[in-house]
């Protein structure tokens, strides 16, 4: 196969439609553009949501609310997450490597559900004020973020 023997598989390429081009075409007269008004007409445009002046639908409606875009991204841990942990270090990418929480993940933070025995130092990961209890009743430390 040579770079000059290339070609677009059959059928895969159409012919681009001629319009304007006589009864014959299927697209003769008005070209497919209707009768009259604006976009009829050579150069008539008019924005996306336009409504002839009218008070477009957009601004019609009221404006409500906000959707965090990271909040699905900020992961809760229970502390049943972290007693299956091998390790006694816990940060973000170990949680990540562990399965724990999902790859893209910005943040993790450690709630208090389940229990927890071992000895365990969170680095870069939050904690709620009864899991740092927790955490620290076992032996644990919490660093400061």
Do not use: W
């Not at 023997?5 to 319009?19: E, F, I, Q, S």
């Not at 002046?53 to 965090?68: A, H, N, T």
């Not at 875009?69 to 841990?77: A, D, G, M």
């Amino acid at each position: 196969m040579e770079l000059n023997n290339l070609k677009p598989a059959a059928g895969a390429k159409h012919a681009k439609r001629r319009v304007g081009r006589g009864i014959g075409s299927g697209l003769g007269k008005t070209a497919g553009r209707g009768h009259k008004g604006q976009t009829s007409r050579a150069g008539g445009f008019h924005k996306t949501g336009f409504e002839g002046g009218q008070m477009p639908l957009q601004r019609r409606l009221p404006k409500r609310g906000f959707v965090s875009l990271t909040r699905t991204r900020n992961i809760e841990v229970r502390l049943s997450d972290l007693e299956r942990l091998p390790v006694g270090e816990v940060d973000l990418l170990v949680l990540k490597q562990a399965g724990v929480v999902p790859g893209d993940a910005l943040s993790a933070k450690v709630i208090l559900s389940g229990k927890l025995t071992k000895k365990v130092v969170l680095k870069g990961v939050g904690a709620t004020k009864g899991a740092k209890a927790a955490i620290e009743a076992a032996g644990g430390s919490v660093a400061a973020e």
